[in-house]
Nanobody, 121 residues
Framework: VQLQASGGGLVQAGDSLRLSCAAS????????MAWFRQAPGKERVLVAA???????YSASSVKGRFSISGDNAKKTVELQMNSLKPEDTAVYYC????????????????WGQGTQVTVSS
């Protein structure tokens, strides 16, 4: 199984970015997919997630600014990030878990390599 995250970069506050995670080696339609982020010195936390049934979750810190979507045919999950803030700066990881999502990192079987998002003020 491989999860390949891409789309990070350096942007200014207020800008938008779209992260993408391409999955291979798993039956994508049966997995919940999630985006976590980890800022320097902080724990990895759930940002947004989508279940195999299409239910979505967004953390309160990003609600209304970030949205997650999945494409079973392409085996991809994307995170659209709008109105970015300096506090969104982190390494963003995609992760996969059978059936649905969880807020707990330990419950995810597969992880991507991470992509850096830096938001300057």
């Amino acid at each position: 199984v491989q999860l390949q995250a891409s789309g990070g970069g350096l942007v200014q506050a207020g800008d938008s970015l779209r992260l993408s995670c391409a999955a291979s080696g798993l039956t994508f339609s049966t997995y919940g997919m999630a985006w976590f982020r980890q800022a320097p010195g902080k724990e990895r936390v759930l940002v947004a997630a989508i279940s195999s049934g299409g239910s979505t979750y967004s953390a309160s810190s990003v609600k209304g600014r970030f949205s997650i979507s999945g494409d079973n045919a392409k085996k991809t999950v994307e995170l659209q990030m709008n109105s970015l803030k300096p506090e969104d700066t982190a390494v963003y990881y995609c992760a996969a878990r059978r059936v649905t999502y969880s807020i707990y990192t330990r419950e995810y079987a597969y992880w991507g390599q991470g992509t850096q998002v830096t938001v300057s003020s």
